[in-house]
């Protein structure tokens, strides 16, 4: 086609596009920071266990509405999933091996998403939202009311899970095993993201959320992509409930509930939608803030919180990695005056 | 005689008690510069959105090629070789130029599913976007983003999308609309030196730039055609001055 294709190689406008994906140099700091946290803070490993789940959950949530522009409410419905899958196997002694748990856990909330989002994805905007509110709040009064599978109410605890490679003990007063296991998966499934969205089919989501029209017109399947990337999240959702279930041993209606869907929400709108590590700032901002919060005034803290995500909302709409972004390109711009 | 390269009969399109489309015969040849003009709510939109599969007609049929595509889905048709500029730029404004293209021809290239290769390592896509924007002026301003870039560049662009589906049918819906007279031979002489196999209709108002590059001449008028035949036919029909020409004024 082009006689002299390999000329365009050197383009700056062609090498930012084929370097855009290579690793940052501050790329490892999170991961350092977190295998750090494992040795300096041995006692509040169940802490940084639940952090490193909602982590994942918030990942999850940045692929379908950070990059493909899908807003929900109901991203829990497929926590729940993954949760209710570990939990039920487990508590009916058919299956409690970890790895391969979490894997069909990944699989039965996929089938949720895809499902689903066949239906919803019709839709847009409000009428979505809604939709996948509706999702969520169905699940969880089916998971409420199938009291013999589920437990109903109480959930389902004492989950026996089976130590992990067949050695190593999930033991929830010394969470050790938990925690790595926990980042490691955390660790796999960000990998698995971060090469989606830097792909050609993570440019079409992109490409999607910033003009849906056009890709109609330039013939991209735009409805079929949703669907898939929505099924995607739903997995990666449901490896967050999975492992959850697996790290706390029980698994209750909370974990199908909108506390937990806007929870995230919440998180990843502070950290900075659509970047990737706006999951990892905003779950670790939100647990600080609100341990914080909580300390200083206990009986309505969420009020300071509140209000710190109406000034976000109002002034920082790309959460504060958008305001470090903002910062950086302003240093850069004073010290190459030209 | 073969058939032509983009063919419509009896289309129909009613919405509710208005008739947008009526009975339109309409031919687009091979290699064709044709143009469709009318004045305002004369159903030019109406038509783009029937050859482009954005709405499915009350009755009539769609021909590529001879082949019936009036079912076809919107992106079918695109795969088949029917690609349209807008008459409002509907750019990705927070992409670069580069990315605005990829994305077209990622689509074509059958590259866009793959998930697991980073975007700019295709380099078949990188590399015929790049040659697309070279030869539209464009290969300086690959890397910046369409929000930075003057209106005249954007529509461009506009036009780069499209021709980066490669097609064989290319709808431009009013190219020069917005654009400063002093940016608007940037879009002339790009349409101008189209690659000469793609047939093209233009849908406009402004008459210097249908009188100039139009070979033939469509004129519809409540949704029906009012004419058709040559510029000099068109500009010398004393009814289509009545209706149209008339009031714009042209010699």
Aim: glycine share 10%; with cysteine; charged share 15%.
């Amino acid at each position: 086609m082009t006689p002299s294709g390999a000329r365009w190689a050197d383009h700056p406008a062609a090498v930012a596009l084929a370097g855009r994906h290579r690793p940052r140099a501050w790329e490892p700091i999170p991961w350092v920071l977190a295998l750090a946290f494992y040795f300096v803070f041995p006692k509040y490993l169940g802490f940084g266990t639940e952090l490193l789940i909602t982590i994942l959950f918030a990942i999850s949530l940045d692929l379908v509405l950070g990059y493909a522009g899908i807003v929900t409410l109901g991203q829990a419905a497929f926590f729940g999933a993954g949760a209710y899958t570990v939990g039920i196997l487990a508590k009916r002694g058919i299956w409690n091996e970890p790895l391969t748990g979490l894997i069909l856990a990944a699989l039965v909330a996929a089938a949720v998403g895809l499902g689903s989002g066949l239906v919803l994805l019709r839709t847009g905007g409000l009428t979505l939202l809604m939709l996948t509110l509706c999702t969520m709040a169905l699940l969880e009064e089916a998971a409420n009311l199938a009291h013999e599978y589920t437990g109903g109410f109480d959930g389902l605890d004492s989950l026996p899970i089976a130590p992990l490679f067949g050695v190593f003990e999930f033991n929830p007063l010394y969470p050790k095993t938990q925690y790595l296991y926990v980042l490691s998966v955390l660790f796999v499934c960000f990998l698995f993201v971060r090469t989606l969205v830097y792909s050609p089919f993570g440019q079409s989501l992109t490409g999607i959320r910033e003009n849906t029209l056009r890709m109609h017109a330039v013939g991209a399947p735009v409805r079929g992509r949703l669907v898939l990337c929505y099924a995607l999240s739903a997995a990666i959702a449901g490896v967050a409930g999975g492992i959850w279930a697996q790290a706390n041993a029980y698994v209750n209606l909370g974990t199908l509930g909108l506390d937990r869907a806007a929870t995230v929400l919440i998180i990843l709108v502070l950290g900075g939608y659509g970047r990737l590590y706006g999951a990892f700032v905003g779950a670790v901002a939100y647990m600080a803030l609100s341990h914080f919060l909580s300390k200083v005034y206990p009986t309505a803290w969420q009020l300071g919180l509140g209000l710190l995500l109406v000034v976000i909302a109002l002034f920082a709409r790309n959460g504060i990695l958008g305001i470090a972004e903002a910062a950086a390109r302003r240093l850069r711009v004073r010290r190459a005056p030209s | 005689m073969t058939a032509p390269l983009l063919e419509t009969r009896a289309l129909c399109r009613n919405f509710g008690a208005l008739a947008a489309a009526r009975d339109i015969d309409f031919r687009l040849e091979a290699g064709a510069r044709h143009a469709l003009i009318g004045p305002n709510g004369a159903g030019k939109t109406t038509f783009v959105n029937l050859l482009t599969g954005v709405l499915q007609p009350t009755t009539g049929a769609v021909l590529l090629k001879g082949r019936d595509i009036t079912s076809a889905a919107q992106a079918e048709r695109v795969k088949l070789g029917i690609a349209r500029t807008f008459q409002i730029n509907r750019l990705f404004r927070r992409l670069s130029v580069l990315e605005n293209v990829y994305l077209a021809v990622a689509e074509r290239l059958g590259a866009a599913p793959s998930m697991f290769r980073p975007a700019g390592r295709r380099r078949d896509v990188v590399d015929e976007s790049m040659h697309l924007l070279d030869t539209l002026k464009l290969g300086g301003d690959a890397g910046r983003a369409i929000a930075e870039l003057p209106y005249g560049r954007q529509r461009l662009v506009e036009l780069a999308i499209a021709l980066g589906l490669s097609p064989e049918v290319l709808l431009l819906d009013e190219p020069a609309a917005g654009v400063p007279s002093a940016e608007s031979h940037i879009i002339l002489d790009a349409v101008a030196s189209l690659p000469a196999h793609i047939g093209v209709l233009i849908i406009d108002h402004d008459m210097d730039l249908v009188f100039r590059f139009a070979e033939r001449i469509t004129v519809l008028v409540s949704g029906a055609v009012f004419a058709t035949g040559s510029p000099r036919e068109i500009g010398a029909n004393p009814d289509v001055r009545a209706v149209y020409l008339g009031r714009a004024g042209h010699g």
